[in-house]
C-alpha cells in the first residue's frame, strides 16, 4: 500500500532522515516500509508499506497517515 507525502512533511512523517521508521515498523511486526523518490521534479515521496500481512501493512499506513494530518494540521496552524 502507499502513502504520497509531500516534501515539507517528510521529516514530520519518518523523522529525520528516515530515524523513526525502524520503531513504525517495529510496531507494525516488522513489515517492509520504504520511502520512493517523487515520479515528477517536485512531487510528493511516497511511503511504501509491505508485502506483509494485511492488517500490519493497514497498521503503518494509519500510523503514517496519522503523522501526516498531525504535521498539515501544525502547518495550518502556523498560517494562522
Do not use: F, Y
Not at 507525502?5 to 515498523?25: F, Q, T, Y
Not at 516488522?30 to 508499506?49: K, Q, R
Amino acid at each position: 500500500e502507499e502513502l504520497p507525502i509531500p516534501a515539507e512533511h517528510v521529516s514530520a512523517v519518518v523523522g529525520n532522515n528516515g530515524r523513526d521508521l525502524p520503531a513504525i515498523r517495529e510496531r507494525c511486526g516488522g513489515i517492509m516500509l520504504a520511502l520512493c523518490p517523487p515520479a515528477e521534479p517536485g512531487g510528493p515521496l511516497t511511503a511504501c508499506a509491505g508485502p506483509g500481512d494485511r492488517q500490519q501493512v493497514r497498521r503503518a499506513i494509519l500510523e503514517l497517515r496519522g503523522r501526516l494530518e498531525a504535521s498539515t494540521a501544525a502547518a495550518k496552524d502556523k498560517e494562522g
